[in-house]
């Protein structure tokens, strides 16, 4: 059974930090495109980071981020864990949402749709107090 469980969420006043961790199961994700989005009240599931599969070794588009999150977060992989992070920092209350981890299988273009991705996590809570 293929699984994404996210951890690292929480409470964290603003100007703080947090990592966000995926561990992947079920598959090797090492082909895959690995994503975090997230979703806040009322509001469209967006894109905040993706990573294509060599992470970063080779160049090219090899991440894309969120216009309002570029210079706060990064993302990374763990091919070897089949485990994907971001790193929050700087984070501001309308940082606040459930985050979601995502899998576009066999992909090296990294996408900003949902509708892209095959595999997605149950989610975690990030709330930013003010």
């Known amino acids: 059974q293929v699984q994404l469980v996210e951890s690292g969420g929480g409470l964290v006043q603003a100007g703080g930090s947090l990592r966000l961790s995926c561990a992947a199961s079920?598959?090797?994700?090492?082909?895959?495109?690995m994503g975090w989005f997230r979703q806040a009240p009322g509001k469209k599931r967006e894109l905040v980071a993706a990573?294509?599969?060599?992470?970063?070794?080779?160049?090219?588009?090899?991440?894309k981020y969120a216009d309002s999150v570029k210079g706060r977060f990064t993302i990374s992989r763990d091919n070897a864990k089949n485990t994907v992070y971001l790193q929050m920092n700087s984070l501001k209350p309308e940082d606040t949402a459930v985050y979601y981890c995502?899998?576009?299988?066999?992909?090296?273009?990294?996408?900003?749709?949902?509708?892209?991705?095959?595999?997605w996590g149950q989610g975690t809570q990030v709330t930013v107090s003010s």
């Open positions: 995502a899998a576009d299988v066999n992909q090296i273009v990294v996408l900003r749709f949902p509708s892209a991705y095959d595999y």
């Open positions: 079920g598959r090797t994700f090492s082909n895959d495109v």
């Open positions: 990573i294509n599969p060599s992470g970063g070794s080779r160049s090219g588009d090899s991440t």
